[in-house]
């Protein structure tokens, strides 16, 4: 009786039948909305005697008639009809009509509501209540405030269990993409750091919000969801593995699936690991239980002989339960799931040698009280519970072959997606701009006043981007300003941004800042922009293999054979490498290509930056780009060229 444990709380030695007790009882209903609260202690065996008391008073009439409803209409606590509602929200009142105003007061006014729809199996209406009343009213509650925290925890878990109903494919058809960013928002504003929602609570939310995210296709939403949240996913649980996986087949998001599949390789190792350690554990646990086998025989010998229950207890404990037999097997002889349950077993054995109360269930049911404890010292005890702990800590949760199979196959699918992500497309968008953009416009420049302009662009760049620099990086990109020469040692990557400077000269002459202007010329000039970075990577990559005796084979994807793997500057290097083949090989080997110093993940970081936020995203989305958008692009991929003459080896 919640609203009765906070009274007392706050009226030492107040009893159920005070009248202080039941003017509190009302307010809760009439300006609270707590109606469920009051419901339950309505309901409870002892409070019928008070209401009998108080039935002559007009003040508690409410509590009255609440009290005969719950005699006569409804017979167990977890049943609400609709006179309930017609008490709670009026005479008129109708369930159905989301778009009535209540005359129910208080943060809880939509608590029995919701709950009527949701115990009814109403689905889509309950979602509709949420969207309409509930969402707007929990997003603008203050979570410091301890009424407010409770009314969102209460909400919450009605959410969770509308959540479970929800699951199937067919009930998902009533969830909306606004019911989900609804929910994604509410959890990010208010119920993350709710101190009144269990974690427990919290990590069933993501998993079904994230369950809910791939029917509705929404990918890039739920993987962004997994990386904010994924303290509270268990990558144990299959279903969530699958469900994240799914969502990164279509999400294109490189860092995402790249997170992802870093934690999955985490559980792999650990799975790895486990097995791989899995003899030596049970080789200590099993020394430990066998020295206090002895500590206790050397020790006690007497008792045992001497009294009957400390005797059957010790038979029972290491004869009948088989815990000396499990303790003296050969262990490197025996199958994984040998291992594995004896291990589990052993580890729950060790329990009876430390100072607590617990018991020991034989196979045939018999439960006996462990004297065991009672014969070892607290810190022999102490030191075993120690060592369980720490054996705990390296076990994974049961079910690890078919665990180990699925997050196998998962990190396969992701590998997958990775490679046809950056290996393959990157952005067909992208590609088809690139390639109109070489039709056009080909009469010759000056290429005298190109290199000038060119020197100009590159060397007036400061350190500014988006990604922030380290103090080490700014002396790397101020530097780099006088190694603009570099670029135009790949005559194609001088093609490009000669070209390119020459044209968005001419485009700035025309450009008029007061109207926004949108340009397919402007789209054209950014591709060459774009094609030199790409460009300018496979040839400092081909000048370093001039230089070595070997260097590792670089990926690139041929129609007729798939993924392959090609020499550096080799025909097939030149015919279909990508920035995807690029990224992926500087991922790889980014090491030995980078100047000393330079951290191998801070290029990347840059590098995919530049992918996800250039590249792939704002270009390729149109044919004709807006100026100011253009002018975005230019700069920062002018940044990326510098950054990257500054960070690549000669």
């Not at 129910?104 to 689905?123: I, M, P, Q, S, T």
């Not at 970081?605 to 390729?620: D, M, P, Q």
Request: contains cysteine; negative net charge; charged residues 25%.
């Amino acid at each position: 009786m919640d609203i009765y444990q906070e009274f007392s709380a706050r009226h030492f030695g107040a009893y159920l039948d005070s009248e202080e007790f039941l003017d509190y009882m009302l307010r809760q209903w009439l300006l609270k909305g707590r109606h469920l609260d009051v419901c339950h202690v309505i309901d409870h065996p002892s409070f019928t005697k008070v209401m009998n008391a108080c039935r002559e008073d007009e003040r508690y009439a409410l509590l009255v008639e609440l009290s005969d409803l719950y005699e006569s209409e409804i017979t167990l606590a977890s049943q609400y009809n609709e006179t309930l509602l017609a008490l709670a929200y009026g005479e008129d009142f109708d369930p159905f009509e989301l778009d009535q105003d209540t005359r129910a007061k208080g943060d809880w006014r939509y608590h029995l509501w919701f709950y009527f729809f949701n115990n009814e199996g109403h689905v889509a209406e309950s979602w509709q209540l949420f969207n309409s009343k509930i969402y707007p009213l929990c997003a603008t509650m203050n979570n410091t405030r301890a009424d407010h925290m409770q009314t969102l925890a209460r909400y919450f878990n009605e959410l969770s269990v509308l959540m479970d109903k929800t699951r199937d494919p067919d009930i998902l058809e009533s969830v909306t993409k606004k019911t989900i960013m609804n929910l994604y928002d509410l959890f990010l504003q208010v119920v993350h750091n709710g101190t009144m929602i269990d974690f427990a609570t919290k990590r069933n939310f993501c998993e079904r919000l994230i369950h809910m995210m791939k029917y509705k296709e929404m990918h890039s939403i739920g993987l962004e969801f997994y990386i904010t949240f994924k303290d509270l996913f268990d990558l144990n649980d299959i279903p969530t593995v699958i469900s994240l996986v799914n969502l990164s087949k279509s999400a294109f998001d490189y860092h995402a699936v790249h997170v992802l599949h870093g934690d999955l390789q985490a559980i792999q190792y650990r799975i790895e690991k486990y097995k791989g350690d899995i003899v030596s554990q049970l080789t200590k646990i099993s020394e430990y239980i066998l020295r206090m086998k002895n500590v206790i025989e050397e020790q006690h010998g007497g008792k045992i002989h001497e009294d009957s229950f400390i005797q059957a207890d010790f038979n029972f404990f290491f004869y009948e339960c088989g815990i000396e037999e499990m303790c003296t097997a050969k262990f490197s002889e025996l199958p994984f799931e040998d291992q594995d349950a004896i291990l589990r077993n052993l580890l729950n054995a060790m329990i009876c040698f430390y100072k607590a109360d617990k018991t020991l269930t034989s196979e045939e049911g018999n439960t006996k009280e462990p004297a065991l404890n009672l014969l070892i010292g607290w810190e022999l005890g102490n030191e075993g519970m120690k060592l369980r702990n720490r054996v705990l800590s390296l076990v994974p949760t049961v079910g690890i072959e078919y665990r180990e199979i699925m997050i196998s196959d998962a990190l396969i699918q992701l590998d997958d997606f990775l490679t046809e992500f950056y290996l393959n497309d990157l952005s067909p968008n992208v590609e088809a701009i690139i390639q109109k953009s070489e039709q056009y416009d080909l009469e010759p420049i000056n290429y005298k006043q190109a290199l000038t302009l060119l020197e100009e662009t590159f060397t007036s760049l400061h350190s500014h981007s988006t990604l922030i620099f380290s103090e080490e990086e700014k002396e790397r990109f101020d530097r780099a300003g006088k190694q603009w020469p570099r670029l135009l040692k790949s005559n194609e990557v001088k093609r490009l941004l000669t070209i390119a400077e020459v044209k968005w000269r001419e485009l700035e002459i025309d450009f008029r800042p007061d109207i926004q202007q949108s340009s397919q010329k402007a789209t054209f000039i950014i591709a060459d922009y774009v094609k030199a970075v790409e460009e300018f990577i496979g040839h400092v990559l081909v000048s370093n293999r001039a230089t070595k005796q070997t260097m590792p084979l670089i990926d690139v994807a041929m129609p007729e054979s798939g993924l392959t793997s090609v020499e550096v500057g080799s025909e097939e290097y030149y015919h279909y490498v990508t920035l995807g083949s690029f990224y992926h090989y500087l991922s790889a080997n980014g090491t030995s290509l980078l100047r000393k110093n330079v951290d191998k993940v801070k290029v990347i970081e840059y590098l995919t930056h530049w992918v996800n936020n250039i590249r792939t995203s704002s270009f390729g989305q149109m044919d004709e780009l807006k100026i100011e958008t253009a002018q975005v692009l230019r700069i920062e991929t002018i940044v990326l060229l510098r950054r990257l003459v500054a960070d690549l080896a000669d």
